[in-house]
């Protein structure tokens, strides 16, 4: 608490939004229903649009007004709303995962403390001040990102997964950098819209070939051709 009391109003709100961005990685494990999934993931891509706007704010930086606003027209609007077409094409709108919510809770939570625990000898090394607590949850956000990938059997699920890890790590060049330059964040934005693009073609392609979205299925398919 006095930690966070010394820190500027802007370093303050960064600091709330991530433990925010924290909170909807580990929503992105509980939820069972792709479409859940999918608005929580929305949720995160907004609240780092969030920040980008706050450091834009508190640097004088009048770029990244566009960032952010790319930021959340991409990750808040267009990929949830490709997702939800994916679904409803598919025919998944009701699906429901069978992984265990309380197991993957568990787990995300003793990440988040290995998370912490590793940046304790950075700390030793130099001081990094207001972004230590950036970097724990970063690292925390990435590594549940994994775990969602790992113990979701859809292969939306996992490909959720995947971008909320992009979205940690978009979160903590921006946090900690106060700001990439506009080329680099373009160029990021535009591999993550292609990205979406080439993942909603291989949904298609692979519902196409198996029938089913499920990984597990996928692997039956293999050791049957084998």
């Given at each position: 608490m006095d930690y966070l009391s010394t820190l500027p109003l802007s370093g303050q709100?960064?600091?709330?939004?991530?433990?925010?961005?924290?909170?909807?990685?580990?929503?992105?494990?509980?939820?069972?229903?792709?479409?859940?999934?999918?608005?929580?993931?929305?949720?995160?891509?907004?609240?780092?649009?969030?920040?980008?706007?706050?450091?834009?704010?508190?640097?004088?930086?009048?770029?990244?007004?566009?960032?952010?606003?790319?930021?959340?027209?991409?990750?808040?609007?267009?990929?949830?709303?490709?997702?939800?077409?994916?679904?409803?094409?598919?025919?998944?709108?009701?699906?429901?995962?069978?992984?265990?919510?309380?197991?993957?809770?568990m787990i995300a939570s003793m990440l988040v403390v290995f998370s912490y625990y590793i940046i304790l000898p950075i700390e030793l090394i130099g001081d990094v001040g207001e972004s230590r607590n950036i970097i724990a949850i970063t690292l925390s956000v990435v590594l549940i990102g994994l775990l969602g990938m790992i113990i979701r059997h859809h292969a939306i699920g996992q490909v959720v997964s995947f971008m909320s890890i992009e979205n940690g790590l978009f979160f903590a060049a921006v946090a900690t950098t106060k700001g990439m330059p506009l080329v680099v964040e373009l160029g990021i934005a535009f591999d993550v819209l292609v990205a979406a693009v080439l993942f909603g073609v291989f949904f298609f392609d692979i519902h196409g070939r198996v029938g089913s979205m499920d990984v597990d299925d996928m692997t039956r398919l293999s050791e049957t051709r084998d």
């Open positions: 709100l960064i600091n709330l939004l991530a433990a925010l961005v924290l909170l909807t990685s580990f929503m992105l494990l509980v939820q069972l229903r792709l479409v859940s999934v999918i608005h929580t993931f929305a949720w995160q891509g907004a609240l780092v649009a969030a920040v980008t706007v706050i450091v834009a704010w508190s640097g004088h930086h009048g770029h990244l007004y566009l960032s952010a606003l790319i930021t959340f027209v991409i990750k808040a609007m267009f990929i949830p709303w490709l997702l939800h077409y994916h679904v409803n094409s598919l025919g998944l709108r009701r699906y429901v995962s069978a992984h265990p919510p309380v197991t993957g809770l």
